[in-house]
């Protein structure tokens, strides 16, 4: 339980953010939240937090914000845009972005927060939605020993395990090389499982039999369960980090484009690979 009277806001209440938010207020926080979509306010309330219509209300009464937002160019306008919020929080506040963006980003947001006495922590998840709904997200941390220790606490009300990885874009670093490896075991699930099916082979039975050998991943745990939504995002930002770095990445590269093509047929293995 929180041992303070910290005050967080939410950006963001998407399908990760929303159960956050839960998991905040089971916490003991007192949890603000934003959303560009005023449709959510009733589920808001419904956890325990109270919604509110502008950004400017969550600068102005938490110490501690939470950036749950989809994408790179939503976090930049909601912190350095017109009417951002970076230069309006307290001191010694501190932004932890969960979103998955570029390390680079990270560096920016960290270098303009500094001005103005802010900490800033990359913070991305891992496990996914049945992680986040039970609470048991993995938090990769970027920043300082200081930033990270601030923001620890409120990332164990949703988290079962807390990993400081390094500095600042550590952590998006850590979440792109965690997103490369999940996508390339997911293709080879999809192409093993399709070749095991036109072989007549049943599937799930198959499939429990690879959960206990040496092809198992966390992509086959999750079978039925997962989204390829943001596929293409991640490895778009893996793809980027590799060309900044003069660094060859063809299973990576090869894989982002299946990843494109199978997204919207997925689970049907008798069309794959027609």
């Known amino acids: 339980m929180a041992t303070g009277q910290t005050t967080v806001g939410v950006l963001g209440a998407g399908r990760m953010g929303m159960p956050i938010i839960g998991h905040l207020v089971r916490h003991g926080f007192t949890v603000l939240v934003h959303d560009v979509d005023a449709g959510?306010?009733?589920?808001?309330?419904?956890?325990?937090?109270?919604?509110?219509?502008?950004p400017a209300d969550i600068a102005a009464e938490c110490d501690t914000v939470l950036v749950c937002v989809g994408y790179e160019e939503q976090l930049r306008e909601l912190m350095l845009g017109a009417g951002g919020i970076l230069g309006t929080l307290r001191e010694g506040a501190v932004v932890a972005v969960l979103s998955t963006v570029s390390p680079e980003v990270m560096s920016g947001l960290a270098e303009a927060a500094q001005k103005h006495g802010v900490h800033v922590?990359?913070?991305?998840?891992?496990?996914?939605?049945?992680?986040?709904?039970?609470?048991?997200l993995l938090s990769l941390l970027g920043g300082t020993e200081e930033a990270a220790a601030k923001f620890t606490e409120v990332a164990?009300?949703?988290?079962?395990?807390?990993?400081?990885?390094?500095?600042?874009?550590?952590?998006?670093?850590a979440k792109a090389v965690n997103n490369l490896i999940l996508w390339a075991c997911l293709v080879a699930d999809h192409e093993?499982?399709?070749l095991a099916h036109r072989h007549g082979v049943d599937i799930e039975s198959l499939r429990e039999a690879l959960k206990m050998s040496s092809a198992a991943n966390h992509a086959l745990d999750n079978w039925n369960n997962q989204t390829m939504a943001w596929a293409e995002d991640d490895?778009?930002?893996?793809?980027?980090?590799?060309?900044?770095?003069?660094?060859g990445l063809p299973q990576a590269a090869v894989n982002r484009e299946v990843c494109r093509v199978l997204k919207p047929r997925r689970y049907d293995l008798d069309r794959y690979g027609a």
């Open 40 to 54: 959510k306010e009733p589920a808001v309330g419904e956890r325990g937090a109270r919604f509110t219509g502008s």
């Open 121 to 136: 922590v990359d913070a991305p998840v891992c496990r996914g939605s049945w992680a986040a709904d039970a609470g048991e």
């Open 156 to 173: 164990r009300a949703y988290s079962s395990d807390i990993v400081r990885i390094g500095d600042i874009g550590a952590g998006q670093v």
């Open 192 to 194: 093993g499982l399709a």
């Open 235 to 247: 490895m778009k930002i893996v793809s980027e980090m590799a060309a900044a770095k003069g660094i």
